[in-house]
């Protein structure tokens, strides 16, 4: 639970917002002088102060600054009457969170200790996150802390200390590549070259020679020798990404390359031994290929010494906060925002998402939503509109209301999804503000809006 202190020396207006925010959930303690409020704090700290900026013992600016030396994290909230205005702009400039005029209204109250207490939550979990991102993962940026993600991350540091192929079998976006680069930085190939082949796409000649090489002269056009992909990573690792994309007869000369450990360059005659480690990726099921007739068996043998299956992303949801957050940082990097977090609403739909695309998709949306976003906090209308169409099904599926009732519900949640931000409200809507206003007025809604009509 939340601690709010109150300091204010007039005993009606102390009480009242004493009443209001206790009703509202929170533990409040009330002060009517600054000095019993600094004896109090030394000891326990609020999460959330409102300062009344005239006291008679103190000035309201001395007791902010003792606040912020004792916990920088508490947010204060200046409460001013009229005429000092200006102290509460100066104090906002000094580390206060807002500020409200006397006489507050109880709704304006409990709206702004929402606010503050959203942005603490926001600050704890965002230190949280940050300390959990880089704990258990086998590399930065590789994140998981789904008991899945742990049982592949404990797969990965024990196969990265053999040399064995590997095969990767998962859908798209699950983090195929990143798992094999993972492999290849904890083990003994992490100074070597790591080389990546996608083998979608090309005839078998050309595979031939990429991978293998060839001798100068070895057929028209092979004006000099050049070195093949499984001699040039000596040491280190090569991905064959999509290998269920191999032609068959390329697969041939892979198994025989495999059961052999030798590459022959095109053109030439003396084998060279293979100092690689292997990791094969496919997104397809290659027992299905398989029975198809379209991938041997004895090569899906060969390669699958050790298979490692990645988990959707909807299979691990547990996930995707901290996935979120890590791709927020990233964002705030890449078009250099300043955006803390998301809001609970716009977590709430991210967390009941499908993600056919999985990790990488889950990355893009946060980089859109990230490049849309006004505030430092990823709202419900910056998603992708098919995200934010999620969130219409859960109200009127029992009953069949009237269509009155039905818009007033909708716009009623879409007014507190986006916090009561009009403009956001009319962009998801869709309608103009004025409509979006009448509109309010004919639901009774208007009272809730009020404020950011201005
Ligand atoms: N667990 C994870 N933690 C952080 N980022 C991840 C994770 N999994 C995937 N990503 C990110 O998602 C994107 C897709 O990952 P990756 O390229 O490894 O997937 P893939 O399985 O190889 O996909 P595809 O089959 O489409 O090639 C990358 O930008 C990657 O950094
Ligand atoms: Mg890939």
Known sequence: MMTIGVIDDDTTTRKMMGHILSQAGYSVETFAN?????????????????????????????????????????????????????????????????????????????????????????????????????????LTGFIGNSKAMQAIFETIRKVSQVNCTILLEAETGTGKQLTARAIHELGSTKNAPFVYFNCGGFTEDLICSELFGHEKGAFTGASACKIGLFESAKGGTVLLDEIGEMPMSMQVKLLHVLQERQVLRVGGISPIDLDVRIIAATNKDLQQLIKAGMF??????????????????????????????????????????????????????????????????????IQHAAVLTEGQKLLPADLPFHLRKLNLQDSFTEELPPLDEVEKRYIFKVLSKTEHNLKAAGKILNIPRTTLWRKLKKYGLSDSADSDMT
């Not at 309201?60 to 912020?68: D, N, P, R, T, V």
């Not at 010494?305 to 901290?322: G, K, Q, S, Y």
């Open 34 to 138: 600054g000095r019993s409020f600094l004896e109090k704090i030394e000891k326990n700290p609020f999460d959330i102060v409102f300062l009344d900026l005239q006291l008679p013992d103190m000035g309201g600016l001395e007791i902010l600054a003792h606040i912020k030396t004792i916990r920088m994290e508490t947010e204060v909230i200046i409460v001013t009457g009229h005429g000092s205005i200006e102290n509460a702009v100066k104090a906002t400039k000094e580390g206060a969170f807002h500020y409200l005029s006397k006489p507050c209204r109880s709704h304006d109250l409990r709206l702004m200790a929402e606010r503050a207490a959203e942005k603490i939550r926001l600050h704890r979990e965002n230190t949280l996150l940050r300390s959990q991102v880089c704990k258990d993962s086998p």
């Open 296 to 365: 041997r068996e004895d090569l899906y043998y060969r390669l699958n010494v050790v298979t490692i299956r990645l988990p959707r992303l909807r299979e691990r949801r547990e996930d995707i906060p901290l996935l979120i957050y890590h791709f927020i940082a990233k964002a705030n990097k890449a078009f250099s925002k300043d955006i803390k977090g998301i809001s609970s609403q716009a977590l709430d739909l991210l967390m009941h998402y499908s993600y056919p695309g999985n990790v990488r998709e889950l990355e893009n949306i």
